[in-house]
């Protein structure tokens, strides 16, 4: 039996927001045949988006009956403007008729407004997140995630933000092989690493300058959990060992294996922030067992995988979080 989605849609929705997410369950469909995706309105008519195009709509909210999965985009309006009374309206009686409920960027100032958030911890557009832990003292903003779930509530950052929350979605209905099958057709990370203050690990502190470069760290990017060695990175470089690693090190700051070792650091970390257990950070990262990645993590901040992925659920400190890449020196080299 299909699950219904069903997406909220208003005058000024920014249009990536809710046609990325909707494009990941559409794609779901090649494997699974498992969602229909409705589009409404608050009131049943045709919306305008952000970039002017004219969205028909299913019909209205309240007339939409219940859904399996409500998701509410954003939009480039401020909040105050495109929550109207409306909206708000429509988005209380969609989480009243639906089993899980999600915001994409500043979709969660609805939710906010609603109250649904008191209490939780939800994440924003990096741009807004400081504006709604003022407006909504009762939050717990988490700035740098990606995407957070809190019960049945799911916040995900700005714009392409709302796709990698849509995988995390669909594979909790239909398991990690049918996620990463939809990640790889629309040829988007499974789970990127990183938080949105760097939109992925490969983007915190210095940039690759030259060609050369940045094809390896794309290479090591694409698939950290690859048996990535200082030896098959200069091959793909076509460069010698000797010299790749000096134009690391001018570049980046790091040798290839510390930079090897950074971004499967930063991809485990957040993949325990997203929820996975440490056992599937550890094998999709790369450290190859649960063990590996706990000497990494006690050798890096002196706690377990287990017991940080717990301080971070409970306390949301991005102090905590941002710790974890302070020092470019990592235990794990790669030889």
């Known amino acids: 039996m299909r699950r219904r989605v069903g997406i909220l849609i208003f005058d000024g929705v920014k249009m990536l927001d809710f046609t990325g997410p909707a494009e990941v369950f559409v794609e779901a469909n090649q494997a699974v045949d498992g969602y229909e995706v409705v589009l409404v309105s608050p009131d049943g008519a045709d919306v305008q988006t952000s970039i002017g195009a004219r969205i028909q709509v299913s019909g209205a909210a309240a007339d939409s009956g219940f859904f399996d999965t409500v998701l509410i985009p954003g939009s480039e309006l401020h909040p105050a403007k495109f929550a109207t009374p409306e909206v708000l309206d429509a988005a209380r009686y969609l989480s009243w ?3 899980r409920l999600a915001s994409i960027c500043s979709g969660s100032f609805v939710l906010a407004e609603l109250g649904l958030l008191d209490g939780r911890r939800a994440t924003t557009h990096w741009k807004f997140t400081k504006d709604l832990a003022d407006r909504f003292p009762k939050v717990a903003v988490d700035p740098d995630a990606i995407y957070v779930r809190d019960g049945n509530l799911y916040s995900s950052a700005g714009v392409v933000a709302g796709v990698d929350l849509a995988l995390a979605l669909v594979e ?24 949105q203050s760097q939109f992925s690990a ?56 510390e930079y090897v070792a950074y971004i499967r650091f930063g991809l485990a970390r957040d993949m325990l ?63």
Do not use: W
């Not at 990017?221 to 990175?233: E, M, R, S």
């Not at 067992?289 to 940080?308: D, M, Q, T």
């Open 97 to 99: 008729n639906t089993r």
């Open 172 to 195: 909790e209905d239909h398991g990690a092989d049918v996620a990463r099958r939809v990640a790889q057709s629309l040829v988007v990370y499974m789970q990127r690493a990183g938080g």
């Open 202 to 257: 490969s983007l915190n502190g210095p940039t690759a300058r030259s060609p050369l470069v940045r094809r390896v760290v794309d290479l090591i990017c694409a698939d950290p959990a690859l048996p990535h060695t200082v030896q098959t990175l200069a091959a793909h470089g076509q460069v010698s060992v000797r010299h790749l690693t000096r134009l690391f090190r001018a570049e980046l700051e790091r040798s290839p294996a």
């Open 273 to 335: 922030h997203a929820g996975h257990s440490v056992t599937e950070a550890a094998m999709s990262s790369g450290y190859g067992s649960s063990e590996a990645l706990r000497r990494a993590f006690v050798a890096r901040l002196g706690i377990s995988p287990l017991k940080y992925q717990q301080r971070f659920r409970s306390t949301g400190s991005a102090a905590f979080v941002d710790a974890a890449f302070a020092d470019p020196a990592f235990e794990e080299a790669v030889s």
